[in-house]
């Protein structure tokens, strides 16, 4: 028998500590995961699952307009209620986290509905004073919000608030220029809140392509949201009505109901006392792990977002996988961080994978660019003026396609289907030689010239 409680011991039941822990047990690892809030982690409780079900419903504001010219006899006095939909949504998340729960339990692996810290290498405490050891320690704690210290910050909400409101408020000031930050500013200027973005910065959605974050901006300017850039907050300050006024730099103040920072997001290691442990921590307090998720401590390991490689679900669910089969299965295995898809679901959503055009001009210095403008079927004879922008990044001397990037109606579900040929290395004329399938959108990715 071994010396230890368990052979495996999980700090923080996200995606990528669920999936450990499954795979672990599955392999004959006696496990155990420690959650202080809620089964499921950020992803499903209060991050892209219940986001993606309100973008959902926030399109529907626009589809009913559309309607009209397909036949529909929509009424022009169509209402609202966000406590209708703020409640399934919340509803789905509850369904969710019992399901996640189930397979934690039909794997037999142990759930502590509480906060553990590290006590030593191979020691955790629970918040109860329970001490229990295990073989080896992961640390799957994820991150958290970033709120920037300045007076009356306590007044903001952030993306974990955000699901909760009471009202929907009438006017909106979102901190940021992040996916969450335009993300949230759809949502809210479809449902009919006046919304405005503040960014510290001169630029929305850093590290996506520039030719399309400048189609976003120029779309959402179109639909209504106001920017602000270069406006660092100065404060907030809460009125007897309980309105907000937000003060800036550089800038006039502006009234608000709500004010959502959405500024980034910093890993979650605070007082878990992995310090005292020995682990180190980059400067971000980010768990520093080499190729195969190991810290420091040759006993603890650390996957998702706690380790501020890539912020993404399906990164930590491959991490924490690889983890699993690497120590309890017997089958090596690191992760490939080398083309990984992302998406911004925006109004209208962004698709993007590999190189953008300046990161593949400074990597090969010779590349040809390719380019699709077009209005879609749907948007013509809806009226709509707004159009899809595709593009394609092809290195000169291979032929290969290394980066595509893509705006425009359900572009994160066809990109994920052509995410596949860039990570295979297919070339253009790859691309070239498939035929088209027609009418569809996805077309367009094989017919630039």
Not at 66 to 79: K, L, M, Y
Not at 139 to 154: L, N, Q, Y
Not at 208 to 237: C, V, W
Request: proline share 4%.
């Amino acid at each position: 028998m071994s010396d230890f409680d368990y052979d495996l011991f999980v700090i923080g039941a996200g995606s990528g500590g669920v999936r450990a822990s499954r795979v672990a047990a599955a392999h004959g690892a006696r496990v155990a995961v420690a959650e202080e809030y809620r089964v499921g982690g950020a992803c499903v409780i209060r991050g892209c699952v219940p986001k993606k079900l309100l973008v959902y419903g926030a399109q529907f504001a626009e589809d009913l307009k559309d309607a009209r010219q397909f036949g529909w006899d929509v009424p022009t006095d169509c209402r609202f209620d966000w406590n209708v939909l703020r409640d399934n949504v919340l509803a789905e998340v509850d369904r969710l986290e019992g399901l996640y729960g189930q397979t934690l339990d039909s794997h037999k692996v142990t759930v502590f509905r509480s906060r553990a810290t590290l006590i030593g290498p191979q020691k955790v405490r629970l918040a109860d004073g329970q001490e229990i050891s295990a073989e080896r320690i992961l640390i799957a704690t994820g991150g958290r919000p970033f709120v920037p210290d300045f007076p009356g910050s306590e007044h903001a909400i952030t993306s974990n608030e955000v699901f909760h409101l009471d009202a929907l408020p009438r006017r909106v000031v979102i901190a940021g220029g992040g996916y969450i930050a335009n993300e949230f500013a759809g949502i809210f200027n479809e449902f009919g809140s006046k919304v405005t973005i503040v960014n510290r910065g001169d630029a929305i959605l850093r590290g996506y392509d520039e030719q399309i974050r400048d189609r976003l901006l120029q779309i959402s300017m179109t639909k209504g949201i106001e920017f602000k850039f270069n406006a660092p907050f100065r404060s907030i300050e809460k009125k007897a009505d309980g309105s907000l006024t937000v003060t800036l730099e550089n800038c006039d103040s502006i009234e608000a109901d709500a004010v959502l920072v959405a500024t980034g997001r910093v890993p979650n290691t605070a007082g878990l006392g992995l310090e005292d442990a020995g682990v180190d921590l980059d400067e971000q307090g980010a768990v520093e792990v080499d190729d195969h998720n190991q810290s420091s401590v040759p006993s603890i390991y650390a996957v998702g977002d706690v380790t501020n490689r890539i912020q993404l679900t399906p990164v930590a669910i491959r991490e924490g996988q690889a983890f699993a089969d690497s120590v309890y299965g017997g089958k090596p295995t690191t992760v490939d961080y080398a083309n990984v898809p992302s998406a911004v679901f925006s109004h209208p959503p962004i698709g993007a994978v590999g190189l953008t055009e300046a990161e593949a001009r400074d990597r090969f210095g010779s590349i040809r660019v390719y380019t699709s403008d077009f209005r879609a079927m749907k948007n013509v004879l809806a009226g709509r003026s707004e159009r899809a922008l595709y593009k394609m990044v092809v290195d000169e001397a291979s032929d290969r396609v290394v980066g595509l990037h893509m705006i425009g109606p359900d572009a994160p579900e066809i990109l994920q289907a052509a995410a596949i040929a860039v990570k295979a290395g297919l070339t253009k004329a790859d691309f070239d030689a498939t035929v088209a399938l027609h009418p569809s959108m996805a077309e367009e990715l094989v017919l630039m010239k």
